[in-house]
Structure formats: structure tokens, C-alpha cells
């Protein structure tokens, strides 16, 4: 067995003890209530055995990070798939950080499960090594990707911390119109994280059930003298095609429910990499996600923030808007380094500039900007708690746009990264 292939396997282990870890947060938090145990020995009991069995976690993501290297020969976060397994482990050890300072188990019930979420969402990309190109082959490649993720991964911690904060405080039985309000865009806030979730169980049903659709597309594309050239290329769906690619013609589609041809097609500004296939799966994403938040509503018949409110009464509103600050405080100065004075060394070293308004680091920079703004506001009066959290939520979305949404909608020279 190659170091790559065992790397594989210790990824899966670090999956299932992140799934089972999140579970022994759930007892540490939610199983105090019908435990003989008086809560707060309860609670420390189970969030000690959560704790150990996330760090258990973590060394097998780092045993499948280093051995990755060690067998690829280069750091494995040159693609989509080790980029964003590198992000998950990244969250791991900023969430390990924080719960080491404020040692509170319902942080692991909200940390942990967006870890799972992620190591899911990288293993939808091809694992295969793939060679580098010659960007990046860099050192500074390496420092700028981990400190960047790195950085992001306390953005995470802060997000976490910040939704916790919005479903402690938030009153779902106030019926006043800013009350409602705040109900509507705590609940939207969750149903994006279904959204999510819905894509994976849209992905891996049908990669299950082996569909695949075939188009051919046309481009036209300048080549190195300035001559135009119509290129055609073979873009291959594993989701049924709602959106088929823009200019392309089907060579093979599998009906699915009825569905045996594309309904709209991708509009000509999205170009980014294989934009109409990823356009697609964004729209299987929202149904699949609108079903799932749905057959949650039928099941507990009310809203998914008054189910949970009731399992964070008893928690300190403020050591979880100090949690929220804390892990955007550490977050900033690495995110500042890796994001923009790391990657604009590596710019210069692969491109020969230091800026190109290339829409990643465009989009780097407003990320960096928000949670400047962040932070000024929050040593302002009145900008603490609410406000504070809602900050943190609004700045994981702009994090996740920068890492994913750009590579749908802009074409640039990161879009390598969706491959």
C-alpha cells in the first residue's frame, strides 16, 4: 500500500471519529436533561470524552495530511479536494485552540458537525495527486494556502460562535415585528446550512446510483498570437441536467423523474470553470436542501431555531459573544498574512506583479476590509453582542463566497482551484 492510499484511509478514520466526537457533544449539551448525573458533571464527563475523541480526529487528519505530502512529494492543497480537506483540519485546530481556553462543549456541537460538513463537501472533488503547474511551485505557495486556511478556520470558530449566540438570545415566541424579524434571518441562516447539506446528499445519491449526462461545448478562446479559435469540449454531469452548459449541445442524458433534457441553459457571463455544471448542482443543492428543511418542519412543527433554542438555555449569552470575538481576534493577523502579504509575495515570484485584480484576490481583500470593519466596530459602544454576532455570520458567508462562489461565477487565474 502506497503512503497516498493509507492517507485515504486515516482521511476516513478522521471522518468517523469527527462524526462520533459530534454526537458526544450532543449527550455533553442535550443528555444533561434526562441524566441522573447532577448537569454540570454530566456535561463535563461527556465533553471530556467528545474532546478526546475530536483530538483522536485531528491526529488521524494530520497522519492523512503529512502522509499525503510524504507520498505525493508536494503539499496536498494544490486543488479543490486537498484544499478543502486542509480547511477542515484547519477548523480542528483553531476549534481545539478555543476549547482549550474556554472549555465549553457546545461549541463542539456547532464546530465540529461544519468540519464533517466540509470533509464531505472535498470528498465530492476527484482525490487523484495531480501534477502542479508551474505557478505553483513555489514556498511561497505553501505559507501563503495554510496561513490563509488557517486564518479562515478561526473566521469559522467565530461563525460558530456567533449563530450560537443568535439562537441563546433570540426569543421565538416574540411576535413583535422586530422580533420576527430576527426569527426569519436565524432560520434563512439555517436553512443555507440544509442548502449545503443538501448538496451532499444530492451528490452522493446520484454518484451512488452512477448517473451521468454527456454535452459537448463550444468556446471561443485566443490563443498566444490573438487568433480566435472555437474549441469544443466535453462536459460531463453527474447530477440531472436542469442547466445545461452555455452554448453546448446534449450527447447523452439519462432521464431521470421525467427529466430527459436540459430545462434552461447557463447564461454567457458565468465563466468560470465548467460554470453551467456547477450552476447545475446549486440548483440541485436548493431543492434537495428546500425538501430537507421542509421534512424538518413536518417532523418537529415549528421552526429549526426554536427546536434548538431550548438546548442552549443555561448558557452565558457573553462567554459565547467573547468566544465569537476571541477567535476573530486570533483569526485576523494569520488571515492577514496568508491572504494578502504571503500571496502577494507568491504573486510576484509566479506572475511578476504583486496585484492583478484578479477576482480572488479581489474578493480576498473585501473578506479582509469586512472583518476590519469587524473589528472596529466592535470596540464600539452598542456594536457588541447582536450586532457582534451578526457580524460573524454575514463574514463566514463572504469567506465561503470567496472560496467557492467565485470559482462558479469569474473566471481567473485561481480558478485552477475547481478543477
Avoid at 441522573?36 to 470524552?49: A, D, L, S, V
Avoid at 436548493?286 to 415549528?302: C, D, M, N, V
Wanted: glycine letters at 8%; a neutral charge.
Amino acid at each position: 500500500m502506497s503512503l497516498v492510499e493509507f492517507s485515504g484511509d486515516v482521511f476516513l478514520v478522521a471522518f468517523f471519529l469527527y462524526c462520533f466526537s459530534f454526537l458526544f457533544y450532543v449527550i455533553a449539551v442535550t443528555g444533561k436533561r434526562w441524566s441522573g448525573r447532577e448537569p454540570r458533571e454530566h456535561e463535563r464527563r461527556w465533553g471530556k470524552i467528545a474532546f478526546v475523541v475530536s483530538l483522536a480526529g485531528l491526529a488521524a487528519h494530520l497522519a492523512f495530511f503529512f502522509t499525503r505530502w510524504a507520498g505525493s512529494g508536494q503539499i496536498p492543497t494544490s486543488n479543490m479536494y486537498e484544499f478543502m480537506t486542509f480547511l477542515a483540519m484547519a477548523i480542528m485546530i483553531a476549534f481545539t485552540i478555543v476549547f482549550a481556553i474556554y472549555r465549553k462543549p457546545l461549541l463542539g456541537m456547532f464546530a465540529v458537525p461544519l468540519t464533517i460538513i466540509i470533509v464531505a463537501y472535498a470528498s465530492v472533488f476527484p482525490s487523484e495527486v495531480q501534477p502542479l503547474i508551474p505557478a505553483l511551485e513555489s514556498i511561497w505557495l505553501k505559507v501563503h494556502v495554510t496561513t490563509a486556511a488557517l486564518g479562515e478556520a478561526f473566521f469559522a470558530v467565530g461563525f460558530a460562535a456567533g449563530l450560537m449566540y443568535l439562537l441563546r438570545v433570540i426569543d421565538f415566541k416574540d411576535t413583535s415585528k422586530s422580533g420576527r424579524k430576527a426569527q426569519r434571518w436565524v432560520e434563512f441562516t439555517l436553512y443555507t446550512i440544509l442548502v449545503i447539506v443538501g448538496f451532499l446528499i444530492a451528490v452522493f445519491a446520484f454518484r451512488g446510483a452512477g448517473y451521468e449526462a454527456t454535452f459537448t461545448q463550444e468556446k471561443l478562446v485566443i490563443d498566444s498570437q490573438g487568433q480566435q479559435q472555437d474549441v469544443k469540449e466535453t462536459v460531463h454531469y453527474y447530477l440531472p441536467p436542469i442547466v445545461k452548459p452555455y452554448n453546448s449541445q446534449a450527447e447523452s442524458v439519462e432521464p431521470f423523474l421525467g427529466l430527459d433534457k436540459p430545462l434552461l441553459e447557463a447564461p454567457s457571463w458565468m465563466n468560470g470553470v465548467n460554470a453551467g455544471r456547477k450552476l447545475n448542482t446549486v440548483v440541485w443543492s436548493i431543492i434537495a436542501g428546500t425538501l430537507l428543511y421542509g421534512l424538518l418542519r413536518l417532523l418537529f412543527r415549528k421552526p429549526l431555531g426554536a427546536v434548538i433554542h431550548p438546548a442552549l438555555e443555561g448558557v452565558n449569552p457573553e462567554d459565547l459573544d467573547e468566544i465569537s470575538y476571541r477567535a476573530i481576534v486570533i483569526g485576523f493577523p494569520v488571515f492577514t498574512l496568508g491572504a494578502l502579504i504571503f500571496a502577494m509575495i507568491w504573486a510576484e515570484k509566479a506572475w511578476g506583479r504583486f496585484w492583478g485584480w484578479d477576482p480572488k484576490e479581489v474578493w480576498a481583500l473585501i473578506t479582509w476590509l469586512y472583518y476590519s470593519a469587524y473589528l472596529h466596530f466592535r470596540l464600539s459602544r452598542g456594536w457588541q453582542g447582536l450586532p457582534s454576532a451578526w457580524l460573524a455570520v454575514i463574514g463566514f458567508v463572504i469567506v465561503l463566497f470567496t472560496l467557492i462562489g467565485v470559482n462558479l461565477i469569474i473566471a481567473g487565474l485561481h480558478s485552477y482551484a475547481g478543477v
